[in-house]
């Protein structure tokens, strides 16, 4: 695995699950924060922020966790046709309202996960994943994830002309999909999720105040926990 946010554990969850829109920054947050809106009864309990941030400073304003993500980040990418989506849910983006996202915008939604293999360091179980949303109800995902059973990898939807598929055959399953191959898929795509000057400072914030208690916590207290809410 080379470096980049692949290897930074401190972002983590935030990393783990990244989603990548093909629609400019301001389309996606005037859409979604209208989502969010019409979810929570109105403008109150949603405020929208805008600014110029650096990766470092995006992941700041991510650090309190909750179980339903609260705090969602949009920004600009050094691909004018992808605007990258981080949020605060304890496993990074999740893919269900990225799919919503390829429906209310009408276009391509890539969700791209990667957590390296278990270790004595590292309770995280391992995850390479990469699934495409068309508009439709058309999607492709290829994914490999570590459970504690061990390796299980799967495939769902028709293949993209560039993957490798004689790969999912193999024998071993994680010679099936790797690291490596992922970059190389998303590279087809257009998008370089683990390249941190791949992701510009334009941003936007949509910050949701549930009308219910949500229970927080920081990555460090996450980690602390074995990357569990109960712990």
């Known amino acids: ?37 019409s979810l929570f009864g109105g403008s109150q309990g949603v405020v929208v922020e805008s ?9 700041a304003k991510l650090d309190v966790l909750a179980l339903d993500a609260t705090r969602e980040i949009f920004t600009a990418t050094r691909s004018p046709k992808w605007t990258a989506y981080f949020d605060n849910g304890i496993t990074g983006a999740d893919p269900a309202p990225l799919g919503y996202f390829a429906e209310l915008l009408q276009t391509t939604v890539v969700n791209v996960q990667y957590s390296p ?22 999607s492709r995902s290829i994914a490999l994830a570590e459970d504690e059973s061990g390796w299980i990898f799967e495939a769902w939807g028709d293949p993209e002309p560039w993957e490798e598929v004689d790969r999912y055959k ?41 009308p219910w208690k949500v229970s927080r916590l920081t990555r460090a207290e996450y980690a602390k926990r074995g990357w569990r809410v109960n712990g």
């Open 51 to 59: 600014g110029n941030w650096s990766l470092d400073e995006k992941m």
């Open 170 to 210: 193999r024998r071993n399953k994680v010679d099936r999909f790797s690291y490596e191959v992922l970059v190389d898929y998303c590279r087809n795509i257009g998008i370089d999720p683990f390249v941190p000057e791949f992701y510009e400072d334009a941003s936007s914030l949509i910050d949701v105040t549930p």
């Open 1 to 37: 695995m080379g470096a980049g946010l692949a290897s930074r554990s401190d972002w983590s969850p935030s990393i783990d699950s990244i989603g990548f829109i093909a629609a400019p920054l301001n389309e996606c947050t005037e859409e979604l924060s209208k989502w969010r809106k």
């Open 117 to 138: 293999p278990s270790s004595d360091e590292d309770s995280r179980w391992g995850n390479c994943q990469v699934a495409i949303f068309y508009p439709g109800n058309r």
